[in-house]
């Protein structure tokens, strides 16, 4: 079947530098992605989302970026700080229009952020 | 609010026993979903129920697993018998009828069966 799959699996970065997260999506009728933040021993928290009508959406510190030619998505964290560290998944949900909220997750990556 | 409270925090039990997941949704949410996380299959959505009634399960994985929720302010996730293979990080999440995509997640449980 379709699913959300990730490049990398694992990401180091200076502090103070910006990060990347991609993801690559399979199934063209997603019309809705989320990322979450993992950190260890934790559940996944929301950071940010975005619709299938968008191509780019900022939050605090942080942009999604969606281009539906290729089906990709990516996470862009600014001035990456310690409390970034953690595992970063992208979740897409094929049949939100219908009312569906099924999230099919990826796999993760984990951002580790050095001193 | 304390967010989605999940217990136990940690479950150890023997192939055969029936091991019970107890979940409280945070207040005035519409929505509950069971998760299941593990490192080969990732994050898995395993039902979810909507104003406490199943809208969803299939993605429970066999008969072993039952979930329940009967009232807005509890749900337990069941597998009896345990299996070695269920061994695994289980979570509950919730979310409200307005901001229906975004989900809050509890702790977890993790579950190790011997």
């Known amino acids: 079947g379709e699913s959300v799959g990730l490049h990398l699996p694992t990401l180091s970065v200076q502090e103070g530098d910006n990060s990347i997260i991609n993801c690559a999506y399979s199934?063209?009728?997603?019309?809705?992605f989320i990322w979450y933040k993992q950190e260890s021993g934790k559940g996944p928290q929301f950071i940010i989302d975005?619709?299938?009508?968008?191509d780019k959406r900022q939050g605090q510190r942080v942009t999604v970026l969606l281009n539906k030619t290729v089906k990709h998505l990516s996470l862009q964290i600014a001035a990456t700080q310690p409390g970034d560290s953690a595992v970063y998944f992208c979740?897409?949900?094929?049949?939100?229009?219908?009312?569906?909220?099924?999230?099919?997750f990826g796999k993760g990556t984990k951002l580790s952020v050095i001193p | 609010d304390a967010g989605v409270i999940q217990s136990p925090r940690h479950e150890v039990t023997e192939m055969g026993q029936e091991v019970t997941l107890r979940c409280k949704p945070i207040?005035?949410?519409?929505?509950l979903f069971w998760y299941r996380q593990t490192m080969m299959r990732g994050l898995e959505l395993l039902i979810y129920?909507?104003?406490?009634?199943?809208?969803?399960d299939s993605g429970m994985p066999e008969d072993r697993f039952s979930a329940k929720m009967p009232n807005a302010s509890f749900s337990t996730l069941k597998i009896q018998p345990s299996e070695p293979r269920d061994s695994a990080v289980y979570f509950c999440?919730?979310?409200?009828?307005?901001?229906?995509?975004?989900?809050?997640f509890g702790p977890g449980t993790r579950l190790t069966v011997l």
């Open positions: 129920f909507n104003n406490n009634v199943p809208i969803d």
């Open positions: 975005i619709r299938s009508n968008m």
């Open positions: 199934n063209s009728a997603s019309d809705y």
């Open positions: 999440a919730s979310s409200s009828r307005r901001g229906r995509n975004e989900q809050f």
């Open positions: 979740a897409e949900n094929p049949h939100s229009g219908a009312g569906s909220y099924q999230l099919t």
């Open positions: 207040s005035g949410h519409d929505y």
